[in-house]
């Protein structure tokens, strides 16, 4: 595997897989749908079981996204006082057009990130001690 990483060290992992493409080459297209990732980079052959990102970007998207939308939506209450329909019609559009972006963008940006430190899932010692 190390052979591998050496072979396809020409790319960056993170900034490959925030475009959407293989970690490690660079090359291959890194999501078969809109998040959803291939089985294997069709260019260098990367098998993608490793990364799993979990509810990471999801977290992230939510932070992020809430504070500039509650933000900015009370900023408009407190100067303005539109009716509840404005806020619905502004807010819940602008919620989703930043939202949804930006949620695949963190997802390559994670697996990325997991290429690169080599993460894996957590493991205890088999060495019998109970230590991990």
Same mark, same amino acid.
């Given at each position: 595997?190390?052979?591998?990483?050496?072979?396809?060290?020409?790319?960056?992992?993170?900034?490959?897989?925030?475009?959407?493409?293989?970690?490690?080459?660079?090359?291959?297209?890194?999501?078969? #749908?809109?998040?959803?990732? @291939?089985?294997?980079?069709?260019?260098?052959?990367?098998?993608?079981?490793?990364?799993?990102?979990?509810?990471?970007?999801?977290?992230? !998207?939510?932070?992020?996204? #809430?504070? !500039?939308?509650?933000?900015?939506?009370? %900023?408009?209450?407190?100067?303005?006082?539109?009716?509840? %329909?404005?806020?619905?019609?502004?807010? !819940?559009?602008?919620?989703?057009?930043?939202?949804?972006?930006?949620?695949?963008?963190?997802?390559?940006?994670?697996?990325?990130? @997991?290429?690169?430190?080599?993460?894996?899932?957590?493991?205890?010692?088999?060495? #019998?001690?109970?230590?991990?």
């Amino acid at each position: 595997m190390a052979e591998d990483r050496a072979l396809h060290a020409e790319a960056d992992p993170v900034k490959a897989a925030t475009r959407g493409r293989c970690p490690r080459c660079g090359e291959g297209k890194l999501f078969a #749908g809109f998040l959803t990732l @291939q089985k294997r980079c069709s260019a260098c052959g990367l098998d993608y079981e490793f990364a799993d990102s979990g509810d990471g970007p999801a977290v992230f !998207v939510i932070l992020i996204i #809430g504070f !500039v939308v509650c933000g900015v939506a009370l %900023w408009m209450e407190v100067s303005l006082a539109p009716p509840l %329909w404005v806020h619905f019609l502004l807010w !819940v559009p602008l919620t989703l057009i930043l939202s949804l972006p930006l949620l695949r963008v963190l997802k390559g940006t994670m697996i990325g990130l @997991q290429y690169k430190n080599h993460a894996a899932e957590g493991r205890l010692s088999d060495d #019998g001690d109970g230590s991990a």
